[in-house]
């Protein structure tokens, strides 16, 4: 039995304080679908100034400027002065979380999931009773490019220019402009950021979300890649047959969503050239269970609750995995795959473990 959880009155604590941030995380959504945000980078406004700007109501403007000013987000000139001569403005360096989409510190497409995930709970009441599932298709657009805003930093930094660099064969294969098959892909973040890193290499993405792939072809004639890079509506064990010559296949963050994990990553072995490399990302939880746990796992757990163990469950049958998919899960699907091991890149990130998963 465990003997480290809180008291009483410790829990009712907590709880309370985590309602306040579940609000202050929907403020920061708010923030974000308002161009909030945006507009007080480098800008500080009064609230009807921040109105004027954004098309917005200056009440509701100055309620969450207040707000904001209380939580610590933003800065005020003279919290003495009347409310509508207060002046507001967004610290140095905080465009990095709340504004610059690029940037690794980019951490509102968090607050943006949590709100599409918490959306859904009235019908995963529902299905959680039946035994059913909620797919990515029903839990909507917002879900879906929020997951993607908040991998698209890594994508369009570390991945080219830390994560693969520390795979040589890959790095050589990729220069010299070989292929590319991106499982999984999503809105094609990924792909595109290897295309860019890499010049020379072809990208081919796939998924089976028709609106992901349509998103991701506009984004890839916006980068710039659309010659090198291309993305199609299908499962891997259809895109697998009758090639075998991908010098790199990846699998981001989405080996824990699939129904049957063991036959996908068996037809990524179909499409991987023989001296080719398997690349797995997926969440760095810890490596056994225990409880209470660290704040990752109570991260991912959340996630999974309300997003990917009933995304998994809504195909059947169903390897049911969830987002904590520890190694020994991952290293269990692979030798059933037929793989002959499972080794770890020394990578560090925050959230990404690194796999690659061995032919021979």
């Known amino acids: 039995m465990t003997t480290s959880l809180p008291g009483p009155e410790a829990l009712s604590e907590r709880l309370v304080a985590s309602v306040t941030a579940a609000l202050e995380v929907a403020a920061v959504e708010l923030g974000r679908r308002l161009g909030w945000y945006r507009a007080l980078d480098g800008a500080p406004a009064t609230a009807a100034q921040l109105a004027e700007r954004t098309g917005t109501d200056p009440r509701y403007a100055r309620e969450w ?135 020379a290499a072809r990208v081919d993405g796939f998924d089976v979300d028709t609106p992901s792939i349509e998103q991701a072809r506009a984004a890839a004639e916006a980068a710039g890649v659309a010659d090198r890079v291309t993305f199609t509506v299908a499962d891997v064990a259809a895109a697998a047959e009758g090639d075998g010559g991908y010098d790199l296949v990846t699998a981001f963050e989405c080996v824990h969503d699939l129904a049957d994990p063991v036959g996908v990553l068996s037809a990524v072995r179909g499409l991987v050239a023989p001296e080719g490399t398997v690349l797995v990302a997926d969440e760095k939880v810890d490596e056994t269970f225990t409880a209470p746990g660290g704040d990752v796992d109570r991260l991912m757990y959340g996630y999974s609750l309300t997003c990917c163990l009933p995304d998994g469950l809504s195909t059947r049958p169903s390897a049911g995995t969830g987002t904590v998919m ?27 473990r690194f796999y690659v998963l061995r032919q021979v």
Request: aromatic fraction near 10%; glycine fraction near 12%.
């Open 65 to 199: 400027l207040e707000q904001q000013a209380v939580a610590g987000v933003l800065a005020v000139d003279d919290p003495a002065a009347a409310p509508e001569q207060r002046c507001y403005a967004l610290p140095p360096g905080y465009g990095a979380v709340l504004v610059d989409e690029l940037d690794p510190l980019y951490t509102v497409p968090l607050a943006w999931a949590a709100m599409a995930f918490v959306r859904n709970v009235p019908r995963l009441e529902q299905v959680y009773r039946e035994g059913t599932g909620l797919g990515w298709a029903e839990m909507g657009r917002d879900a879906r490019e929020a997951q993607a805003a908040a991998n698209r930093p890594f994508f369009a930094g570390p991945l080219g220019s830390e994560v693969l660099p520390a795979l040589p064969d890959v790095d050589a294969a990729l220069r010299a402009g070989g292929r590319v098959a991106d499982v999984g892909c999503g809105l094609g973040w990924s792909s595109i950021g290897i295309a860019t890193a890499y010049p």
């Open 326 to 352: 520890r190694p020994a899960t991952l290293a269990g699907y692979a030798r059933e795959a037929g793989f002959a091991g499972v080794d770890v890149l020394p990578v560090g990130h925050d959230f990404f």
